[in-house]
């Protein structure tokens, strides 16, 4: 029901991010017990923070890279541009369990993240988050993504709307 209302309603402000991948991207260390896992798809990779306290291993922070226009449409709803033909990715779909939060692991993930794509050739990571997400917007700007943009979405019984500005 949630996902069907999501489909023909929603509105808000959206910053746009980008991020370039330099080999100046340092994978930073993380907490004991937990570790990076990277599953590579043709179409995304999906990154993952698995915790291997007792009584079972547990993802507990994910992150998803589109590598195609059809991916970026399972993780983002924002129609912004990204050039996957000249090397350009996008970020998204990010969620740490909630026991886990503030613990610096979608940070952490990030590093990992930016090390990984710049290894297989990519250039830029974008993202978008909503203008309310203050967290999410707070990790973005820690990790280096750069502001380019905001625009505003709307999307009435799937008529959508998108009015992108940049940011001067
Ligand atoms: C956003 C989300 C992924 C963050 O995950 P996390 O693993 O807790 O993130 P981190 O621990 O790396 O970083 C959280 C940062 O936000 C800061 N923070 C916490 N509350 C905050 C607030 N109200 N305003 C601003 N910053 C805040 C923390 O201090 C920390 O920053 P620091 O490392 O500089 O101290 C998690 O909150 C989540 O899953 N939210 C629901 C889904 C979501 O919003 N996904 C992102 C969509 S773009």
Partial sequence: MVKLRRHIFGMGTY????????RDTEELLGPDGLYCMQDIGDDMHVFSVLSIFPPKLTTV????VALNSKAKGRIDIIPYKVNFDEGEVCSGGSYTVPEFRNRGLYSWMYSFIFHRLYVEGYKLDKASVNKNNKI?????????????????????????MWRENKVS
Avoid at 61 to 64: D, V
């Fill in 15 to 22: 910053y746009l991010y980008e991020k370039v991948l330099d």
């Fill in 61 to 64: 922070h994910t992150t998803s």
């Fill in 136 to 160: 999410s917007i707070h990790v973005h700007e820690k990790v280096g993504f750069k502001r380019i943009g905001e625009g505003f979405y709307l999307n009435i019984l799937g008529l959508r």
